[in-house]
């Protein structure tokens, strides 16, 4: 395939180029699909001087960045060392010299106490959103070398997955504190205040913004962050969700009631906090996809009405992407569907899929989330299909930006598979933004807040 030249860039990517000029700490919040490795290369091109640091995902690590390089005219000049696998490889790849340096997420901790003083000039950080926690140890490590870096960039399609919140973090990588305060007790004093709290205790389990609150922040950050709307710059085909009610016989009715029943009884409603919001239910989803994990970590066989339906719902002649979230659900899809392929590192899966030699290709939300190009235009449809519901609205929504992307022609479909009387119905409600998870959790076992 022929090289792209800087003028295949968008004007909405030259136009963030030419800003970049002026704007040391970038932050860019575009969805997928809009092409944020490239304008993000090109900048790296065109302005930086010295080395470049690049933290991502594990898979956009090992792929995205080296793949898009080469297909640049302006980019493919730039050279790149992964810092990845065992500890020597890691070392060895901090010796070899090149323009750029990238290392998963995982080895970030490991890498600032290697080097011990920054050796990079500027930071690329892909996925931002994955710096939301400053509790977390790589932010940690990376916080102390913060001052060092010349240039910056963070890039990220979700920068809010679980409210505004989780910007104080991510900007503050750029301005260090500077436009939305320098701790998160002083954003939350400035900017929200506690809307759920233990009645007993006085313990906040959810903060909300104030009035206007949102475009204060905004108003806040728009000088150096600069987001985006696919719609409004790629003429994307039609996206269509679709929420299919699954039924289930008495017997299995009956069955998930008792565990519900039997949640109810071992919980306290005034402890449920997001975290454990999310571990409480664990047991409710699965069953709903069909298995019980008991005590020893094995499968208990519950019902097979998902797959049941899915099978009905499924076009042989039209290749389908099913997302699974438990590993019980994959090994029952690929005993149910023997054509079924599972998303892995070979380039050929990718090639096949997009060929439509693969008619069912199964991905997990976060192996399939980030990073990878789904897109399918073999069929008069592209179709997705949800088999277990994630909590996460960050990892739904970039799973979904996989295939209705920039280089889709065909409308995407996307089904949902929800157990009728379930938690899946608060989840649903949850991703699309009607409730928090503690209030999802409530409803499914039928507490009420007071």
Wanted: with cysteine; charged share 25%; hydrophobic share 40%.
């Amino acid at each position: 395939m022929p090289s792209l030249t800087r003028s295949n860039l968008h004007k909405y990517q030259q136009d963030i180029v030419a800003q970049a000029k002026s704007i040391p700490s970038l932050g860019l919040f575009l969805p997928p699909g809009l092409g944020k490795t490239a304008t993000t290369l090109t900048i790296i091109a065109e302005q930086f001087k010295g080395t470049t640091l690049i933290i991502a995902p594990k898979r956009v690590a090992e792929s995205v960045w080296s793949d898009e390089i080469p297909k640049w005219d302006h980019t493919k000049h730039l050279t790149i060392s992964k810092i990845m696998g065992t500890q020597a490889q890691r070392a060895a790849a901090l010796r070899v010299k090149a323009n750029l340096y990238i290392v998963n997420l995982e080895n970030v901790a490991w890498l600032f106490e290697y080097v011990k003083v920054n050796p990079f000039t500027n930071l690329v950080i892909d996925e931002s959103s994955r710096f939301k926690d400053a509790s977390t140890k790589r932010f940690k490590a990376l916080k102390k070398h913060l001052k060092t870096f010349n240039r910056k960039i963070i890039l990220t399609g979700t920068p809010t997955p679980q409210g505004y919140a989780d910007l104080w973090s991510q900007v503050g990588i750029l301005d260090l504190g500077e436009r939305l305060e320098t701790s998160i007790t002083k954003f939350r004093t400035k900017y929200m205040f506690p809307s759920e709290r233990n009645r007993h205790t006085g313990m906040i389990y959810k903060w909300a913004l104030n009035e206007d609150a949102d475009k204060q922040i905004q108003d806040q950050i728009k000088d150096i962050c600069f987001s985006l709307k696919a719609e409004d710059y790629l003429d994307l085909p039609e996206v269509t969700k679709v929420y299919h009610t699954v039924k289930v016989d008495n017997a299995t009715r009956a069955n998930y009631d008792t565990l519900r029943k039997d949640m109810v009884l071992e919980t306290n409603r005034d402890t449920i906090t997001a975290v454990s919001a999310a571990a409480l239910t664990n047991k409710l989803l699965q069953f709903t996809s069909g298995v019980l994990y008991n005590e020893n970590k094995e499968h208990i066989y519950q019902h097979s009405a998902k797959l049941d339906y899915l099978e009905d719902l499924w076009d042989e002649e039209t290749p389908t992407l099913v997302f699974y979230h438990y590993q019980s659900t994959l090994n029952a899809l690929k005993t149910k569907f023997k054509e079924i392929k599972v998303l892995d590192d070979d380039p050929q899966t990718l090639i096949d899929w997009r060929a439509g030699k693969i008619k069912m290709l199964a991905a997990h939300p976060q192996s399939g989330g980030i990073g990878i190009n789904l897109q399918c235009n073999v069929a008069d449809t592209a179709q997705m299909v949800w088999v277990d519901l994630p909590w996460s609205s960050e990892n739904y929504i970039q799973a979904n930006a996989r295939i209705h992307r920039q280089g889709q022609e065909k409308p995407v479909i996307i089904h949902h598979l929800i157990m009728e009387r379930s938690i899946d119905s608060q989840v649903v409600d949850v991703l699309e933004g009607k409730i928090n998870i503690q209030n999802a959790v409530l409803n499914a076992l039928d507490f009420a807040l007071v």
